[in-house]
């Protein structure tokens, strides 16, 4: 990616997450990528890694409305996916199994637990609930 490329991604990240009440520490390491396809309009990726261990990642990540990102899987971690704003679709297939391949998989979506075809996609809406605050008495 150029570095043209990469700035304008991240500013646009980063406006994105301001705008939305995200506050992103000094600390947190950015990715940002078009997973070596050379074209990050269409597959590309912004992430920052709240967490990283060897079984658990946490990020937030950015993707504008054309970009999809390649199949890939996790042989030992383990990822909880929340759509904070507009829609996310997630195409899933058992594990150990190629994309094409068939098969049935049990997915946990917003605590209940439902059964899909490999290969299936799934729609994760966003549900956004404004924050509600109250002052602290006495402070």
């Not at 937030?60 to 199949?71: H, K, N, V």
């Not at 637990?113 to 729609?123: E, P, T």
Request: net charge positive; aromatic share 10%; charged share 20%.
């Amino acid at each position: 990616m150029k570095r043209s490329e990469v700035n304008a991604a991240y500013q646009r990240a980063r406006q994105f997450f301001e705008a939305n009440g995200w506050a992103i520490l000094p600390h947190f390491k950015w990715d940002i990528t078009d997973f070596g396809l050379g074209h990050f309009s269409q597959h590309g990726l912004v992430l920052i890694n709240l967490a990283e261990e060897k079984e658990y990642c946490e990020k937030l990540m950015y993707a504008e409305a054309s970009q999809t990102t390649p199949a890939h899987y996790h042989q030992q971690k383990k990822e909880d996916i929340i759509c904070r704003t507009g829609q996310l679709i997630i195409q899933l297939w058992p594990a150990g199994t190629q994309p094409q391949a068939g098969g049935d998989l049990e997915v946990k979506v917003n605590g209940q637990w439902r059964n899909l075809a490999g290969g299936s996609r799934l729609l994760l809406q966003a549900v956004f609930r404004q924050p509600r605050y109250r002052p602290l008495s006495g402070h």
